[in-house]
């Protein structure tokens, strides 16, 4: 069955890049869409995106002037990049297959501080 | 945006009794072109990334104890535990992926009275 790992620092300083890798395995990367979503500590949970294995990608509104994604068939993964971080961006940032989302990674959990 | 609302918030139920969790969305999430209500539910316990109960409202993932069930069309839906074991104490959200930016509910808490 397919597996999903999220990958990328803990700790990011305020008004910088995150990035986050998604590593897919015990399948192929084509023809799904791969999506991120993201749980501040204690709340619930929020859709970022997506992306098809095509690079058609599809964006939160609320974040989509600070959101990119990508993706690397060659290497079966995928990424999330989102610029000028705050606190309120520190989460744990889960990547998951489909719109349905039948598998998650492990969760990454991400802090925003100097 | 669709607003996803459950009820109730959190809920204790005793073992081997059925727990009833509602979800609301603020349009309709059935797409008339193929009859499916694009809704999920999904069960988080600490620590652990959410897992997929039931998709299309009502289908039930692989896996899945035949004690969880989904019901509902159009903007109400339901999930429901037909008699609630230990391992079903967690967190349970509802989510619609009809359109995007998909959306979840608040959550519901569910704790073994």
């Known amino acids: 069955q397919v597996q999903l790992q999220e990958s990328g620092p803990g700790v990011v300083n305020p008004s910088e890049t995150l990035s986050l890798t998604c590593t897919v395995s015990g399948g192929s990367i084509n023809f799904y869409y791969w999506t991120w979503v993201r749980q501040p500590p204690g709340k619930g949970l929020e859709w970022i995106g997506h992306i098809y294995s095509s690079g058609t990608t599809d964006y939160n509104p609320a974040l989509k002037s600070r959101v990119t994604m990508s993706v690397d068939t060659s290497k079966n993964h995928f990424s999330l990049k989102l610029s000028s971080v705050t606190a309120a961006d520190t989460a744990v940032y889960y990547c998951?297959?489909?719109?349905?989302?039948?598998?998650w990674g492990q969760g990454s959990l991400v802090t925003v501080s100097s | 945006d669709i607003v996803m609302t459950q009820s109730p918030d959190s809920l204790a139920v005793s073992l081997g009794e059925r727990a009833t969790i509602n979800c609301k969305s603020s349009q309709s999430v059935l797409y008339s072109s193929d009859n499916k209500n694009y809704l999920g539910w999904f069960q988080q316990k600490a620590g652990q990334p959410p897992k997929l109960l039931i998709y299309w409202a009502s289908t039930r993932e692989s896996g899945v104890p035949d004690r969880f069930s989904g019901s509902g069309s159009g903007t109400d839906f339901t999930l429901t535990i037909s008699s609630l074991q230990p391992e079903d104490a967690a967190l349970y959200y509802c989510?619609?992926?009809?359109?995007?930016?998909?959306?979840f509910g608040q959550g519901t808490r569910l704790e073994i009275k």
């Open positions: 989510q619609q992926y009809y359109m995007t930016p998909y959306t």
């Open positions: 998951a297959r489909g719109s349905k989302l039948d598998s």
